[in-house]
């Protein structure tokens, strides 16, 4: 017997897969949301457990060591973030257009981005530091948050 999924299906399983791996650490960026919020305390702490649960590597195709979800799925996600903190989900967002920038690049600039991004690193100024031509991770001055 030949089982054959929808596409739609397809994502939605991928989605109730990545959701269910980042539940709990959602829900605990959550309970200190508003108190950051209203104290403008900076979430270091939070952007660190998703950077080692490897949210910064959802868009990273598996080939080189990330997640490889859709986009349908990522934007989900995302949007999940943003429910438990959108200050959080916020910061993402320069990381993630210059992840989904890379497919345009050579492969020797992919391989070496993506595999920083696959293994935590966060691409907060790579996009400015890097709009003239594409660098390698050490050229232009680019910094790769730990």
């Known amino acids: 017997m030949t089982i054959t999924l ?9 989605y ?3 959701r269910a791996r980042f539940a709990e650490l959602f829900s605990r960026i959550a309970e200190g949301s508003r108190e950051r919020d ?6 270091f702490e939070q952007v660190a457990w998703l950077d080692e649960a490897g ?4 868009r ?3 080939a080189y060591g990330g997640a490889g979800v859709s986009i349908e799925t990522f934007a989900r996600l995302l949007i999940d973030l943003a ?9 993402y967002r320069s990381h993630f257009g210059f992840v989904e920038s ?38 232009h001055g680019a910094v790769l948050r730990e």
Request: glycine share 2%; hydrophobic share 40%.
């Open 83 to 91: 429910a438990a903190d959108s200050n959080v989900a916020h910061l």
């Open 16 to 18: 109730s897969t990545q």
């Open 38 to 43: 209203l104290k403008r305390i900076l979430p």
């Open 102 to 139: 890379l497919q345009w690049q050579d492969e020797p600039i992919r391989r070496s981005w993506y595999e920083l991004a696959a293994a935590g690193k966060n691409c907060w100024k790579c996009i400015h530091r890097t709009r003239r031509k594409c660098a390698r991770p050490a050229q």
């Open 6 to 14: 929808k596409a739609s299906e397809i994502v939605a399983a991928d």
């Open 60 to 62: 990273v195709p598996q």
């Open 55 to 58: 949210f910064g590597a959802l």
